[in-house]
């Protein structure tokens, strides 16, 4: 054999680089590997990228300040498939990261991203995009951008996918997209709930609950409920609740159920199967406390249609929610007590928890818990309403304590469910009086004031409910409760406002506590709110007519109208007609007025001189000094300024009228000592004779002024009372002896009227109407009073409203029904109702009352019809 020759190695060519080696151990020096053009070195560069950014948060920074992203972006479309697996599996892991998410999005890769998910792609490039869109689409910009640009399809495509990685990501990446409106919208069209429900049965918990997430959002949706209950998603969620082994999957099962049960169609469903009943079992059943808690809501959401209530209440419900009460989670009580809440609403389930379910909700009101105080007085609230039984079972049960320590807690909606529950029982006399044993209207006070315009109209009403009893109205008074309520009145809610107006009118029920509203203003508050067209209701209306029922002078000032129910009490002053809003001055303050030529104010007052306080020796004092201003005085007719005028007979009740009038005198007495002399003189000037006897009157006068002077200074703090009116009460015991007597109405009108007109100057003729002086004598009777204000008994010669006025109080005397109008130009009037005679006698026909004028001035006892031409004449002449 020859000898082998060995063969010589080829040199390379001179233009072809040496192959290279590099082992770099800096991330730097690989992001600028990016760039290069070389697919292997591409691909290796991304698999170093990748195994860096999963080795924690701080190297994803790092890559991101490095400028790793832009070039990693531009091998997303690079020809090479292993190069784009790799620039994808980097992203899918980048994109957990928050700055990385806020630069992806300003490079705007997820266009590219989802062209990933193309079916040709492989499975592992499937995994990691769909990676990077679920880390992405937790962020609303980046949702909007993966539905523009036709993310959905796909992802519910991959929903299909044999990897399971595949199946969890896309799936995740769902869920966080429907949370949009418009992406729940489009799941409905993709059909994507039957692929979902598929991902109940896989073998991983992970994407068997995201699965019932995704289930439990859209199907917020009726469509979308529809859909799953036409693709048996019912029974799959039942065979979950079934299965022990997925404890961790109920509650979000009972979620979807939840929400599938407010539709009727679903319920019956549920009912022809059986799953209704096994669900309310599992609910009263199972052992864990939040599965519980879930399944009593899944319960709750299901009782608030009407329908669904009813085949609730088929299921036997009740008995599982009196048993869900006691159950040991705060969770589950609350939830059983919304049920019982929603329950109610059903009339057959209200009479059920009557006797089984009440006591138990009352023993929750006194829980420390403020949730289990606000679920349980919600359901007592709606219980009660409508529903005396059960209000009268909740006062039994001991819930009237419970509720008020409720009004003082610091949960709104509880302390307006508490005062819900008390308005409720306060429609029975009985539970009102146990109300009122708990200082109710104390513990009102707080929730009045409350800033939560649901208490405060809460709280209002139960004021209303409450406050019909006296003892109520003074609690009320003595709590201090008016200011609150009657601040409530400027609220801008309606439900307040209405409800504060309520209030306000059953408190106006009694004077005493009409006077106090008055006090604080709310005549005009009321009356501004009636102003308004969009904030007066019917109740502000009425309690402004009811305050003014007890305050019978200002209606008149104000309206110029008192009906026939309008009973005049003694305290009544006529001040004249007054624009709304200007203020009515009281008697005292009119009182304290020097004389003036304005109209008089017309007084009524029938106290007899018993019914004032007893002489005393300044009252007796005070009393001589006006005595002898006159020759009227001397007789009775005058006292103390302010007395009564009574005939010759009536000397001994002319003296104790001027000490039941010793007050007025006081309180007037800030005159000057110079006018007192200066009226004296000129009075006893008319009626005395002879110089030595003037003389000697005239220093009389100065020392019991002088007198006069020091009792006043000591009696300014002294109240001021009405003075009487003899005459007037005369009127009053000859009316009553003299035609109280007859039996015939009209008879009687007529009578009262000639009664009236002669004690008022007689009948006057039209012609000569000009020359009754009757301003005259008003004037001189103000002059001897030294008073602004005159008992209508004084009066001798009255005009109209004079005769309208003395009319109207002695026809409520006596029992007559009369109105009281005013009209212009001191003109007044009565109206009164009689049946005419010719529907006397007459069977089958009902008496047709028509309305009179009654003529005083004229012919006193006329009645012209009200819309005739007499009485025109009679009103505007």
Known sequence: MGKKIKKEVEPPPKDVFDPLTIESKKAATVVLMLNSTEEEILAKACEAIYKFALKGEENKTTLLELGALEPLTKLLTHEDKIVRRNATMVFGILASNNDVKKSLRELDILNAIIAQLAPEEEVVIHEFASLCLANMSVEYTSKVQIFEYGGLEPLIRLLGSPDPDVKKNSIECIYNLVQDFHCRMAIQDLS???????????????????????LGTITNDRESRVMLRESQGLEQLLKILETKEFNDLHIEALAVLANCLEDVDTMQQLQQVGGLRKLLLFAENTTFPDIQKNATKAIARAAYDPETRKILHEQGVEKCLINLLGAENDGTKVAAAEVISAMSENLASKEFFNTQGIPQIVQLLKSENDDIKEGASLALANLTTANQANAIAAAEAGAIEFLINILSCNRDNAIANAATVLTNMATQESLRLAIQSFDIMRALIQPLNSSNTLVQSKAALTVAAIACDAEARIELRHAGGLEPLVELLHSNNDDVRRHASWAVMVCASDETTSVELCKLGVLDILEEINQ?????????????????NNNLSLKYCQTGYLSSNNLIPDGFYDAGRISPGTKLLSLKELALQELNDRRAVILINSKPYSAYPPYTTEEKFSDSVSGRSSSLQRRGRISAGVGSPTDEKADGLGQTTAAASKTFLKERASRDHQEQRLTSRRTQSIFRKGKGRKEEEKNKEE?????????????????????????????????????????????????LAKFVAGKMGGPISKKLLHEFKWELHISEVKFQLKSNIIPIGYIKKGTFYHRALLFKVLADKIGIGATLVRGEYNRAWNEVKLVEESY?????????????????????????????QEAEFYKFL
């Open 192 to 214: 994507a709930i039957p692929p979902i429900l598929d991902l109940l049965k896989s073998e991983y918990p992970i994407i068997q609950l995201l699965a019932l997430k995704t």
């Open 532 to 548: 308004s067209m969009r904030r007066k209701n019917n109740f502000s209306e009425a309690a402004y007519n009811r305050l003014l």
């Open 703 to 751: 020392e019991e002024a002088a007198a006069l002077a020091k009792i006043v200074e000591s009696s300014t703090d002294k109240e001021w009372c009405l003075p009487s009116d003899n005459d007037f009460c005369n009127y009053i015991t000859e009316v009553s002896k003299t035609i109280l007597p007859i039996t015939d109405l009209k008879t009687q009108i007529e009578t």
């Open 840 to 868: 006397k006698g007459i069977t089958g026909l009902l008496p047709r009352p028509e309305e009179f004028i009654i003529d005083l001035m004229f012919e006193p006892g006329a009645l012209l019809k009200t819309r005739s």
